[in-house]
């Protein structure tokens, strides 16, 4: 199968320069020495050349198989499985949009469709000026948060067609935005370096996690008996006590 086929760039291999191929290698060497098997690192080192270029070229493919004695085969297997592995550049801001089924009920479906029309771009496509690529993401695991838009998988919660187009529009213009939750935005390259396992060293990176708030919990809640806040209405049902027939 060729590269054109596996959707990745129809270009030979070519090792990349000296000073990045040292770099890059001395990066791997930590990556692979924290497995007892050397191929163990593979997810990571795609992760670390992805955030060197964007996405995952035949050049990175290549330096993953020289670094773990594997075959381009092998690596590139691995890399057309995971949709994470971008095959074509990435833009400094990579935007999904969920599109399962709670989302798509919300309205996922009709963000993603204005979304593609508003930047003019289809699904895995990157604007003109390199700022932002799209992609339709099937769960973003946040459904308590639905609609859900995910920048560089930061979250942004309970979005809008109209707040999403005015999130990429900020995006683009270099203005500042802020996550609904977690640690402060990052481009797309930065973020796979953390995800190849890196030190992420953003103010609030460790304290503010992403993890779920008060809608989260509505369950929990009601399962206790408990009210949930600001809705006076809410139906109550009795708490499980231990030792309690289901």
């Known amino acids: 199968m060729t590269n054109v086929e596996l959707g990745l760039p129809a270009l ?44 995952v070229t035949p050049t990175g493919i290549r330096f993953c198989a020289e670094q773990l004695d594997l075959t381009t085969a092998e690596v590139t297997a691995v890399a057309t499985f995971y949709t994470m592995y971008r095959r074509r550049p990435a833009g400094e801001h990579h935007v999904g949009v969920c599109t399962n ?23 895995n496509q990157t604007t003109d000026d390199g700022k932002i690529s799209i992609e339709h993401i099937e769960c973003n695991a946040a459904c308590d948060y639905a609609p859900v838009v995910m920048v560089n998988w930061e979250f942004f919660d309970n979005q809008t067609p109209e707040s999403t187009k005015q999130l990429v529009d900020d995006l683009r213009a270099g203005r500042e935005v802020h996550p609904t939750r977690g640690a402060k935005l990052c481009s797309f390259k ?19 996690s992403g993890a779920g708030g008060t ?14 806040p600001g809705t006076p209405g809410t139906k109550v049902v009795a708490p499980r006590h231990e030792g309690t027939e289901a």
């Not at 890059?24 to 163990?40: K, M, T």
């Open 12 to 55: 030979p291999a070519k090792p990349y320069p000296q000073d990045v191929h040292e770099r890059l290698a001395a990066d791997a060497r930590e990556l692979i020495g924290r497995y007892p098997v050397a191929r163990s690192a593979l997810l990571p080192l795609l992760h670390l050349v992805q955030a060197e270029e964007g996405c």
């Open 101 to 123: 089924t709670l989302c798509a009920v919300l309205g996922g479906d009709q963000i993603f469709d204005e979304l593609k029309q508003h930047l003019g771009i289809e699904n």
């Open 190 to 208: 930065e973020t796979a370096r953390i995800l190849a396992g890196f030190p992420d060293e953003r103010p609030g990176a460790v304290d503010e």
């Open 215 to 228: 809608p989260s919990l509505a369950g929990l809640k009601l399962a206790k008996g408990e009210a949930l």
